[in-house]
């Protein structure tokens, strides 16, 4: 080999390395980044309509995240929290599955629904919901005869944005979440790509 074409292959094998460096260093930062402060999340049902619909792919933030309500978040429901007469949580089985609700109150807020006139308060306030789809009926029972309560600190109420249908802390199977079971806060759509923008 003479020395223009070794010269040639040096160079080659340098670019080379160099590249495979920045490639590994790139998916090393992209791994550490959705692992530790973004996730992937895909809307699975119709409980969030007409805010979110099925099939439609969220960015979710959690790192240092505190729920705050109003905030959208996915959960992993693996435990369902309901409360006893003395208002300790009580940890039964949850649905075992991925679900992404509304927040509504959080640790130390007191939460009381009027299922006749179908309006939330929190804290003796009846909030404002621009975002449901119908008012809130529905009493699934987790919570029946209790009301108003108090959110124990480390938990969060959550419901649906589509009240009539959304299976949520209002029902048995879902109860208060525990804060560690939040995965993030939904914080952009980025599918379908003609409804990518910020979620709220």
Do not use: W
């Not at 010269?7 to 790139?26: C, G, P, V």
Request: overall charge negative; aromatic content about 8%; charged content about 25%.
């Amino acid at each position: 080999m003479n020395k223009k074409k070794k010269k040639a292959a040096d160079s080659f094998i340098h670019e080379l390395a160099a590249f495979l460096e920045i490639a590994f260093i790139s998916l090393f930062v992209t791994t550490l980044i959705f692992t530790y402060i973004f996730r992937l999340a895909t809307v699975d049902g119709v409980s969030m309509e007409n805010t979110l619909h099925t099939g439609e792919r969220l960015i979710t933030y959690k790192f240092e995240y505190e729920p705050e309500c109003g905030d959208i978040v996915v959960i992993s429901c693996n435990s369902s929290v309901r409360l006893d007469d003395n208002g300790q949580p009580v940890i039964g089985k949850g649905m075992k599955k991925v679900i992404v609700k509304r927040v509504i109150a959080t640790g130390g807020q007191t939460l009381d629904i009027d299922f006749e006139r179908g309006a939330v308060y929190v804290d003796g306030k009846m909030i404002d919901e621009p975002y449901i789809t119908g008012l809130t009926h529905m009493d699934g029972g987790a919570f029946t005869g209790q009301y108003p309560i108090t959110i124990p600190e480390g938990y969060i109420f959550v419901m649906g944005d589509n009240r009539a249908v959304s299976k949520d802390s209002r029902y048995e199977e879902v109860g208060l979440i525990p804060v560690e079971d939040v995965i993030g806060k939904a914080v952009m759509r980025i599918a379908p790509l003609k409804k990518i923008g910020l979620v709220s």
